[in-house]
């Protein structure tokens, strides 16, 4: 058993968190230059899942703290994930089973989180936190603005700030005063949706595709008045053009491809583009191939290229999905091949890269 705890969790990952090439990767000299001078985000990453630990290098799957480090990543924001279907797709998924359940028991998860996505999402939290104080001072999870600052102010090599986010609401539970459990717990982010429909709304892979219920219009309010960021990445189209319709507050998509380029049920069609940049938000381009049609740094660029062409340059942002369940086609350290690749000027890079982000959470992050 205590054996089953250490090989089981890696021999899951390595099966789904797959690289296509290793590195060290071929980049030019003057995108590693030009990756120096940059606040690189990124706004999402499923890594707290899977029991490695974050500070430590290792070449099971696609981040950890030192490979941020070699690439120069000044945020990473961390999504808890609490519920996974079995027979996961992008179609249509009824939510009557849950495979985190399983992982949970073979990591050695506390008991209580078996059957609980709420406690599995305190747990987790836990977790980054252990590593924020492991790391003395390397890591920080940022809370307020004020974080946000200091941070960027005492910016120094190597520091990693992160932002802690909930993939999907069902650690809710149904219950809206779990917003302020989690908020409590140091979440600043939550999708409405995951591959499944919630009680918040429907998702883009639930077999309704139904838009915001009542308690997720109550949720929309919680959210803002929290100084939560609130993610469509995998809401359905109706529940884009809910929440995008009440929304005060800067909301994202934190990882996700646009059918301009990749036309599936997953990514944003022109106009659910254009509902999430009016609110002032942004649109996180992934690295997987569902995403962007292709395997390639030169695939997610030409994503990238799409997106700022109908929204502005202004609204996108990189969303890895790293350690998601995906095959990407280099881990963290091949970062600056998407660098290289874009066709953009300069400026627009730095918007891209990070700047966007850091201007979105100056918005929504609570004083």
Known sequence: ?????FWVPRVVEGRYNRVRIRPPYAIPVEATNLQKTLFVADLHADTLLWGRDLLTRTTIGHVDLPRLQQTNVSLQFFTVVTSIPRNLNIESNSGSSDLVRYLAIAEGWPARTWNSPKERALYQAGRLRRFESDSHGTLVILRTRADLAQFLASREPHRLATILGAEGAQPLGGRLENVDVLWAAGYRLMSATHFTDTAVGGSASGPRKSGLTDLGRRWVHAMEAKGMLIDLAHASPATVRDVTSMATKPVIV??????????????????????????GGVIGIGYWEAAVCGRDADAIARAILYTARIVGVEHVALGSDFDGSTTTSFDATGIPLITDAQ???????????????LRVLSRTLPD
């Open 1 to 5: 058993m205590v054996g089953a705890k």
């Open 254 to 279: 934190s990882h996700r491809g646009v059918k301009g380029t990749c036309d599936n049920n997953r990514n944003l069609s022109d106009d659910e583009m254009r509902a999430v940049a009016r609110t």
């Open 343 to 357: 066709g953009l000027s300069k400026h627009e890079i730095r918007l891209v890269i990070g700047e966007n982000v």
